[in-house]
């Protein structure tokens, strides 16, 4: 059971992640006009419109796709490290690993400027950064009521009271 809960839990924040970056993508066009023509056209006709429209782009329309990559990992690493029980960067990671594979392959397909592929290292810090935020603050390894830094306490006080137990005796 912990095996599928982990893996739901990755699986989620792959998940909560693309959803992200369609509602960010979403705002992007609805603050930056698309290109005309693309509402009927064909995956190649799309590709065609999109390198013809690249140059001419405003700054925020592209900027918004970055911003949809950035905050999309952020998200799906933050939930996957705040739903597991532990390891939470290790269950962000495929997350991050999507996130950035997708990135790749956006940028290999079509010719971006030179600050958006700069800008897509953010990818990483933002998915680790989600992971660290996400994770949990209690270590859920320890018995309930104990905390980690208490299973480790040392009684340094002898039986007198008056300091270390080395020597208590008086060497008798």
Known sequence: MKMFKSSAVAFGGVVLAIIVVRLVRQLGHALYEVPAGLAGATAEETIEIIEAWMPTAPFGAIAMVLLSWVSGTYFGAWFAARFTDELPYAHAAPTICVMVLCAVLMLLSLPHPLWMNVGSVLIVPAGLYG??????????????????????????????????????????
């Not at 905390?147 to 008086?170: C, F, K």
């Open 131 to 172: 992971a660290y935020v996400g994770r949990s603050r209690t270590d859920k390894t320890q018995p309930e009521g104990q905390s980690a830094s208490s299973a480790v306490s040392l009684d340094v006080e002898g039986s007198d009271g008056g300091g270390s137990n080395i020597g208590a005796d008086g060497g008798e």
